[in-house]
């Protein structure tokens, strides 16, 4: 039985740590889900209160004017309220739906305003982690080596990102744009090579005329310095026979 109990102090340790860690600490997290198609069908008060209590915390963070937040409220509360936005909403899937084009279909049917589209949207950002730009590091890195070039390696990510998104290697259709393009690959790399070229040429031209106006103005500098220091030469020689004479 004390087995069983620090069992249960244990995971209950683990489960208040993830929560510290994690966005779910913030009521905010919690007051997004208003957007939720299935909060919409089927609990419409709670979507609405969430709602309230979400433009409540954009508010006072200065993200939208109080104007803008009753806008906001009395439009969305006008869009769920249709019977074809109540249908879609209970209708939605999780699994063959991304909520994303479920409202952008929604605004487009309905005609929202800007403001509201906008609002929505930074919301459904709010849910995005970084994992899709750690693995593009993770890719990138996969694919850098010695002495590549930028363009090199954007060029490898295009084709990359192309196949993935057409399902892999198998599922891509050789066409004839493609066999040109392969055709033309000397070419373009060597017309690629002379741009560089005279790019790098052209810097060089402005470095070496940066160079020579910042040796000019060192020159100019230590000139001045040197008049300085003899006109201050000349005057303390003055100064001296000028006492000695006063004291004749």
Not at 76 to 90: C, D, G, N, Q, Y
Request: aromatic share 6%; proline share 1%.
């Amino acid at each position: 039985m004390a087995f069983k109990q620090q069992c249960v102090e244990f995971l209950k340790a683990i489960c208040l740590k993830m929560i510290e860690k994690s966005p779910l600490k913030y009521p905010l997290c919690k007051y997004i889900t208003f957007c939720d198609p299935a909060v919409i069908s089927a609990k419409r008060k709670v979507c609405l209160i969430r709602l309230g209590n979400c433009l409540t915390i954009i508010r006072e963070s200065n993200r939208l004017s109080a104007s803008q937040c009753d806008l906001i409220e009395e439009e969305f509360t006008r869009l769920i309220s249709k019977e074809s936005v109540i249908r879609a909403a209970a209708d939605y899937s999780r699994k063959s739906q991304r909520l994303d084009k479920f409202w952008s279909g929604t605004f487009k049917i309905h005609e929202c305003s800007e403001v509201l589209v906008n609002f929505i949207r930074s919301i459904l950002i709010l849910s995005h982690g970084n994992a899709f730009v750690e693995r593009g590091f993770s890719i990138n890195k996969e694919m850098v080596v010695e002495n590549q070039l930028e363009g090199s390696l954007v060029g490898l990510r295009q084709v990359c990102d192309a196949v993935h998104s057409k399902g892999g290697l198998k599922n891509i259709e050789v066409n004839k744009g493609m066999i040109s393009r392969v055709r033309n690959a000397r070419s373009e790399y060597e017309l690629a090579r002379k741009e560089r070229a005279a790019q790098n040429k052209e810097k060089e031209a402005e470095e070496k005329k940066r160079r020579a106006v910042v040796d000019e103005v060192r020159e100019l500098k230590a000139k001045k310095l040197k008049l300085m220091l003899e006109k201050d030469h000349e005057m303390e020689v003055i100064d001296n026979r000028l006492k000695e004479l006063s004291g004749h």
